[in-house]
């Protein structure tokens, strides 16, 4: 019966983070950085639902699985942001025991802005910025990661991410985010490191650590080049995606309907903190539309914007 429990409880909860998005000045720019410098996949090239002269990028693993997820709304010459309190503020890769030395030798030669090798929580991190300014990190997590990660020729198995390993979300008083992610999204607290407050969901192995740093006197963030826009927890499917939105409205927070996002079912609301947060389905995934070994290489338009192709074609800037 544990067994029955545990599948129960795992297919009806959020199952750690689906993707997150930010924003980028230059489109070619962005996908120089995360597709040859950090050696992500891109998995699907298509346009922003609201703004379609815009991009949205997503670079993943092969197949874009839940949890390797991160896209881009590279806006041109948006201007740079600013990081700050009310919204995400660092993205957290996992990388293999070892690669850290490779990552900052790597990262020297393609000029890419680093931190020293630092530890957080037991967990060996080393910080970088991507040419925008987003804060990321590549972590070295307690347990081993055994994801397949998407090789290229110069980043390989022994050192290639595999897929995200935590988020921070920067707030002037965690206490009512914390209520949203351990009442709502069935995260639970792990542990405490100065004004940094770790929580963690057991449904998943992987891609399962949120993080809150109380920053009281912080100012607000700005979103623009080189921020994030968004967070997105992962479900199994619309039935879990629904109760979820449920729960949200019995806390009195305002949420969207469902919306078709192509490649995945999204719901959208602000927690108490500022942090715009997504729930997305694990469904129908990215090859709804491309086969997986072309994945990234069409110019993919959602179904309301098809008939614009030609002028979009004309608009978006071509990507090499």
Same mark, same amino acid.
């Given at each position: 019966?544990?067994?029955?429990?545990?599948?129960?409880?795992?297919?009806?909860?959020?199952?750690?983070?689906?993707?997150?998005?930010?924003?980028?000045?230059?489109?070619?720019?962005?996908?120089?950085?995360?597709?040859?410098?950090?050696?992500?996949?891109?998995?699907?090239?298509?346009?922003?639902?609201?703004?379609?002269? *815009?991009?949205?990028?997503?670079?993943?693993?092969?197949?874009?699985?839940?949890?390797?997820?991160?896209? =881009?709304?590279?806006?041109?010459?948006?201007?740079?942001?600013?990081?700050?309190?009310?919204?995400? *503020?660092?993205?957290?890769?996992?990388?293999?025991?070892?690669?850290?030395?490779?990552?900052?030798?790597?990262?020297?030669?393609?000029?890419?802005?680093?931190?020293?090798?630092?530890?957080?929580?037991?967990?060996?991190?080393?910080?970088?910025?991507?040419?925008?300014?987003?804060? %990321?990190?590549?972590?070295?997590?307690?347990?081993?990661?055994?994801?397949?990660?998407?090789?290229?020729?110069?980043?390989?198995? $022994?050192?290639?991410?595999?897929?995200?390993?935590?988020?921070?979300?920067?707030?002037?008083?965690?206490?009512?985010?914390?209520?949203? %992610?351990?009442?709502?999204?069935?995260?639970?607290? %792990?542990?405490?490191?100065?004004?940094?407050?770790?929580?963690?969901?057991?449904?998943?192995?992987?891609?399962?650590?949120?993080?809150?740093?109380?920053?009281?006197?912080?100012?607000?963030?700005?979103?623009?080049?080189? *921020?994030?826009?968004?967070?997105?927890?992962?479900?199994?499917?619309?039935?879990?995606?629904?109760?979820?939105?449920?729960?949200?409205?019995?806390?009195?927070?305002?949420?969207?309907?469902?919306?078709?996002?192509?490649?995945?079912?999204?719901?959208?609301?602000?927690?108490?903190?500022?942090?715009? =947060?997504?729930?997305?389905?694990?469904?129908?995934?990215?090859?709804?539309?491309?086969?997986?070994?072309?994945?990234?290489?069409?110019?993919?338009?959602?179904?309301?914007?098809?008939?614009?192709?030609? $002028?979009?074609?004309?608009?978006?800037?071509?990507?090499?």
């Amino acid at each position: 019966m544990l067994l029955d429990y545990q599948y129960i409880i795992m297919n009806n909860s959020i199952l750690g983070l689906h993707h997150i998005t930010a924003i980028a000045g230059s489109a070619q720019g962005n996908l120089d950085f995360y597709t040859k410098a950090l050696g992500l996949r891109l998995v699907k090239k298509t346009v922003n639902f609201d703004d379609p002269g *815009t991009y949205h990028l997503y670079y993943g693993d092969e197949s874009g699985s839940a949890g390797t997820i991160l896209t =881009f709304f590279p806006w041109e010459g948006i201007g740079q942001g600013r990081e700050g309190v009310g919204m995400a *503020t660092e993205i957290g890769y996992a990388v293999p025991a070892g690669s850290l030395e490779f990552w900052l030798d790597r990262f020297a030669k393609k000029q890419v802005k680093t931190s020293e090798i630092a530890e957080r929580f037991g967990e060996q991190f080393l910080s970088f910025r991507d040419p925008d300014g987003l804060s %990321l990190s590549l972590i070295v997590p307690k347990a081993e990661d055994n994801r397949v990660p998407w090789e290229t020729d110069e980043i390989k198995k $022994d050192t290639a991410t595999r897929g995200f390993h935590s988020t921070t979300l920067t707030l002037r008083k965690m206490e009512e985010t914390a209520k949203v %992610l351990t009442d709502i999204l069935g995260y639970r607290f %792990l542990s405490q490191e100065g004004n940094r407050y770790r929580f963690i969901t057991d449904t998943v192995n992987t891609a399962a650590i949120i993080d809150l740093l109380e920053v009281p006197d912080g100012q607000r963030g700005i979103n623009a080049a080189g *921020t994030n826009h968004h967070v997105a927890f992962r479900v199994k499917d619309e039935q879990v995606q629904m109760e979820l939105r449920e729960k949200v409205l019995s806390r009195n927070l305002q949420i969207t309907p469902k919306i078709d996002r192509d490649y995945f079912f999204s719901l959208y609301f602000r927690e108490p903190g500022g942090v715009l =947060f997504e729930i997305a389905t694990e469904n129908p995934g990215f090859t709804v539309d491309e086969p997986l070994n072309e994945l990234g290489t069409h110019l993919m338009l959602p179904h309301q914007h098809a008939h614009l192709r030609g $002028d979009l074609e004309k608009v978006l800037p071509k990507l090499v």
